[in-house]
């Protein structure tokens, strides 16, 4: 199991992003975070608003949902990586494992 991060470039493909996933059973739930991505370039600190958008998924999707995510939003490609759930309480694991397409 993965928690799946996609930062969006702006609100609109945030949500675009969520009921993509969402209607492609490609994941169990989506939660959308507001806030900034700063980075150094050539010496001066530069800070941008970014949207985040996780969502809990299989590992063996993680291609699948990569090249999809691509292929729908290629004009603004989103950056999209994955992080491991080492552990997860049963019962969400089980809702996972049954509501998550293969």
Do not use: C
């Not at 958008?53 to 291609?63: D, G, I, M, Q």
């Amino acid at each position: 199991m993965i928690l799946l991060h996609v930062i969006a470039t702006n609100e609109k493909q945030a949500d675009e992003i969520s009921d993509f996933l969402l209607e492609k059973n490609f994941v169990l739930d989506t939660f959308i975070m507001t806030g900034s991505v700063n980075t150094r370039e050539q010496g001066v600190l530069k800070s941008e608003s970014a949207i985040l958008v996780t969502a809990r998924t299989r590992a063996l999707l993680f291609n699948k949902i990569d090249k999809a995510i691509h292929d729908k939003f290629s004009s603004e490609p989103p950056i999209v990586y994955s992080v491991p759930i080492v552990n997860m309480d049963w019962d969400h694991a089980s809702e996972l494992e049954k509501k998550v397409k293969v």
